[in-house]
């Protein structure tokens, strides 16, 4: 009996991948590779921690944004993103930002009190992934119900916010890298208090 010939593509799609670490590597820059395990568990401090002086590469940046986010740290997080989305002088937005890297800085404009920032950011946002910009939107329209009269007619006819405006958000602020997040991303969606207190119990664990 003659032995049966093996295609030679019969090998397993695991078989012919790296392993997930060896992807990591693969795909991020070496300082977000060594704060992966820390976000994938939560500990946004830790992590933002290690990448205040990892350097200026565009993932580093955005990624110790995010993190900044989500610790509540808005107005760091907005210095970070103005530095890198906007170009020398404040006139524009760099051609290399990504779509998911100016609506972090939309929502740390937001975060930091100033939803109109945050929309005229959205505007010029023509990406079909719209997720996180319609949350930013929605959050506005409940943050315009709070204004009163007065306040509300300054907002639609000038676009000028109250003094100390803060607006608060019902979603987990904050876009990281295409897979940084692991095996989080195909987890069910949180509510940011139950990010909030996953992200206490890594600080406390």
Not at 23 to 40: E, G, M, S, T
Not at 44 to 55: D, E, V
Not at 132 to 149: M, T
Request: proline fraction near 6%.
């Amino acid at each position: 009996m003659s032995a049966r010939a093996v295609p030679p593509n019969s090998k397993s799609k695991s078989a012919s991948q790296p392993p997930s670490n060896v992807q990591d590597k693969l795909a991020f820059h070496p300082a977000v590779v060594r704060v992966l395990p820390l976000i994938r568990r939560r500990d946004y401090h830790a992590a933002a921690k290690q990448l205040r002086s990892a350097g200026r590469d565009l993932s580093i940046r955005n990624t110790l944004g995010v993190c900044l986010l989500r610790i509540g740290l808005a107005d760091e997080a907005l210095q970070v993103f103005r530095q890198f989305v906007l170009t020398p002088g404040n006139l524009g937005e760099r051609g290399d930002v990504s779509d998911a890297q100016k609506r972090n800085f939309a929502t740390a404009l937001l975060l930091s009190g100033s939803p109109s920032g945050a929309i005229d950011v959205l505007r010029e946002i023509k990406s079909a992934d719209q997720r996180q910009a319609d949350q930013i939107r929605r959050s506005i329209r409940q943050w315009e119900k709070s204004l009163s009269w007065l306040r509300w007619i300054d907002w639609k006819l000038n676009r000028i916010e109250p003094p100390n405006c803060r607006v608060q958000v019902d979603f987990v602020p904050g876009e990281f890298d295409t897979g940084v997040e692991g095996d989080a991303a195909a987890e069910p969606e949180v509510t940011i208090e139950q990010d909030m207190e996953m992200t206490s119990q890594a600080v406390s664990a």
